[in-house]
């Protein structure tokens, strides 16, 4: 997932993964981090030990991943700090032969990052955010109409950062 910088990703991804039926395993790639060594380790170590396989071997940490019998949501945030994602390859080999495993990486929509990701392989989804009145079109209200719905309307866009249509992630069915 891609969008701008504080435009509420993390946010949205955080209560979606409050709704999912599965374990969630949250790494947050950071500035410290400077080397692609330095942070694949701590993320290896991180998530096998959440798993209960403690290992600072990426190949082993994609074998036990691709063995998992319960469901896990593995999030990496701020994806777009992340040099090189030919690391991740083992990892994501695993993730993609394991339906019980799901990775969802969250950065800014920058094009080094994006272009890294489809280089990769690894599918982008970059998120637009809507205008005060493209949510007026959508919802099919007035711009003149200065009712309840237009100021919750525009309340509501604020708090998610123009993104009206990630709402439905949050909705149960």
């Known amino acids: 997932m891609a969008d701008y910088s504080e435009s509420g990703k993390s946010t949205t991804v955080a209560e979606y993964a409050s709704l999912c039926?599965?374990?969630v395993f949250w790494f947050n790639a950071f500035d410290e981090l400077s080397s692609?060594?330095?942070?694949?380790?701590?993320?290896?170590l991180s998530l096998s030990t959440k798993i209960g396989r403690p290992t600072l071997r990426m190949e082993n940490l994609a074998?036990?991943?691709s063995a998992l019998t319960h469901r896990l949501l593995i999030v990496i945030d701020d994806a777009h700090r992340v040099q090189d994602f030919r690391s991740l390859s083992q990892l994501l080999a695993a993730v993609q032969s394991n339906g019980n495993v799901s990775l969802l990486l969250v950065g800014i929509d920058i094009?080094?990052?994006?272009?890294?990701?489809?280089?990769?392989g690894i599918e982008a989804a970059r998120i637009p955010g809507l205008t005060v009145a493209e949510c007026r079109t959508l919802c099919g209200i007035s711009p003149d109409d200065r009712n309840w719905q237009t100021i919750a309307l525009e309340s509501l866009r604020v708090r998610c950062g123009g993104h009206i249509g990630l709402l439905r992630l949050g909705w149960p069915d």
């Open 36 to 44: 692609d060594d330095a942070w694949l380790t701590i993320f290896s």
């Open 21 to 23: 039926d599965s374990q």
């Open 63 to 65: 074998q036990e991943v």
């Open 111 to 120: 094009p080094d990052f994006v272009s890294t990701l489809r280089s990769n």
